[in-house]
């Protein structure tokens, strides 16, 4: 919510949190984003991030106090490329499965009335792996063939890929070039919004 808004703009301002779709106009109907997560390589993945969190140490250009931020919140921040894994998180992943198998999952689900009904749809995916301008039209195309003969679709699908956010529009009859407007998010960045959907240090 909080990258889409800072993103995007005013037309997040009025999302609230909650289930079946995980985000939600405060109006109940205007728009709908459910929000999962893509990592390749599954339970494998998941394995080796586990391995690299056991040992997690810092390297000569870590801080301190990044590192002590991890340690103590469970969450990694984006940093060193989205390689630092939190104990927290880890349990997020283990369950991520790769982006298409996602994509056709949750097709699936809102155009059976999985997720209610709303003016419009949107799918958030987080992922675990950087993902280049090539990669995420080639999602966008598998989700647009996945929705081709389906009544309910998403219309638009955000995709924050570590230092990449991708707006994609999944309307019809789109020309290629507006169909993805991609940001540049930098690692200050990405830590400024896990350090504000935790409100960390708050109870200080």
Known sequence: MIQLQ??????????????????????????GIEVTRAIEGGKEAALQMLKDIAGITGGDDDSAEDMNMIHSSGYGYGLR?????????LEYWKTARPMMEILEN??????????????????????KEPLNVEQAYAAVQYALDLQETLDVTYTRLYISAISDFYACNLEPEIASEFRITSYDVDEASRKSFFLASLDYGSAD
């Open 6 to 31: 800072t993103l995007l703009g005013h037309d997040f301002d009025d999302l609230i949190n909650m289930d079946r779709p995980d985000l939600q106009s405060i109006d109940g109907h205007r728009l």
């Open 106 to 127: 949750k097709v699936r689900k809102v155009s059976s009335g999985f997720y209610g009904n709303f003016d419009e749809f949107g799918l958030f995916v987080f992922s």
């Open 81 to 89: 490329e989205g390689t630092f894994v939190g104990g927290i998180e």
